[in-house]
């Protein structure tokens, strides 16, 4: 699957390895975490995540554990962390992420989903928590989900381990657009083109004053929004950018 448009400034970043039905393990997570420090550059204006692979994600991969002492608690800890890195670096890329999925995003894929600013998935894409039919919690993926969706929507999904089809994970606002099937590209690159019709700089800063002020009480947070509205209109021709 390919972003079909001349625009420039499109980061892609993907992970494909079919013999894990496109699992991340320690050092994909690594390697897709250097790639996304590419979106630092001011001439990317969105960076697009598995726009080219099908399924999108099948989960973590844990076959990396059987290098590890399980035994010793610090390294499993540290293990995972490749995985929490991985998510902080996603929800703190500088453009809009937009997540395509084809196929699955099970488990961890969907804590990525979680991240991103725009999901668009095919409409035979399927969606779930499979850890507890696997003989453990979704630990590591429930606090994520808790911030995306309804908390009792996550509880369905954690405690059942069932898959879910893409308007159910619609409804729960994982996914924010369902593409016909088979049209999964030309929506991609629709929405891609819409996002570089703004200026790069203000999608920078509007990616910026959301990050700064998520933590924030409301009234900070409405002081904070008044303050750079001002930034910006006073600016020479700010009104008309």
Same mark, same amino acid.
């Given at each position: 699957m390919?972003v079909?448009? #001349?625009?420039e400034? +499109?980061?892609?970043v993907?992970?494909?390895?079919?013999a894990s039905?496109n699992a991340? /393990?320690?050092e994909?997570?690594?390697?897709?975490?250097?790639?996304?420090?590419?979106a630092?550059?001011?001439?990317?204006?969105?960076?697009?995540?598995?726009?080219?692979?099908?399924?999108?994600?099948? /989960?973590?991969?844990?076959?990396?554990l059987?290098g590890?002492?399980?035994?010793?608690?610090? =390294?499993?800890?540290?293990?995972?962390?490749?995985?929490?890195?991985l998510?902080?670096? +996603?929800?703190?890329?500088?453009?809009?992420?937009?997540?395509?999925v084809s196929?699955?995003?099970?488990?961890?894929?969907?804590?990525l989903?979680?991240?991103? =600013?725009?999901?668009?998935?095919?409409? =035979?894409a399927q *969606?779930?928590?499979?850890?507890?039919?696997?003989? *453990?919690?979704?630990?590591?993926?429930?606090?994520?989900?808790?911030e #995306?969706? =309804?908390?009792r929507?996550?509880r369905?999904?954690?405690?059942t381990?069932?898959r879910?089809?893409?308007?159910?994970a619609?409804?729960?606002?994982l +996914?924010h657009?369902?593409?016909?099937?088979?049209?999964?590209?030309?929506?991609?690159?629709?929405?891609?083109?819409?996002?570089?019709?703004?200026?790069?700089?203000?999608?920078?800063?509007?990616?910026?004053?959301?990050?700064?002020?998520?933590?924030?009480?409301?009234?900070?947070r409405?002081?904070r929004?008044?303050a750079?509205?001002v930034?910006? *209109?006073?600016?020479?021709?700010?009104?008309?950018?």
């Amino acid at each position: 699957m390919s972003v079909h448009t #001349a625009l420039e400034g +499109v980061l892609s970043v993907g992970w494909a390895d079919e013999a894990s039905r496109n699992a991340v /393990g320690s050092e994909s997570a690594r390697r897709i975490v250097d790639r996304l420090a590419l979106a630092e550059d001011p001439q990317v204006r969105v960076v697009v995540l598995a726009g080219e692979q099908s399924p999108f994600c099948s /989960g973590w991969d844990l076959r990396d554990l059987a290098g590890l002492d399980v035994s010793d608690p610090d =390294d499993v800890t540290r293990y995972f962390e490749a995985g929490r890195e991985l998510l902080r670096a +996603v929800e703190a890329c500088p453009v809009p992420v937009v997540a395509a999925v084809s196929g699955v995003a099970l488990g961890f894929g969907c804590s990525l989903l979680a991240h991103a =600013d725009l999901v668009v998935a095919d409409a =035979d894409a399927q *969606f779930g928590l499979p850890e507890v039919r696997r003989g *453990f919690a979704p630990a590591t993926v429930m606090p994520e989900l808790l911030e #995306a969706m =309804d908390a009792r929507e996550v509880r369905a999904w954690a405690l059942t381990g069932a898959r879910h089809d893409v308007h159910r994970a619609g409804a729960a606002g994982l +996914v924010h657009r369902i593409a016909p099937s088979g049209t999964l590209p030309a929506v991609l690159t629709d929405i891609v083109e819409g996002l570089a019709e703004a200026e790069p700089a203000v999608l920078r800063t509007t990616k910026a004053l959301l990050h700064e002020q998520r933590a924030m009480p409301l009234p900070q947070r409405r002081a904070r929004g008044v303050a750079a509205a001002v930034d910006h *209109f006073c600016r020479p021709n700010g009104a008309t950018r």
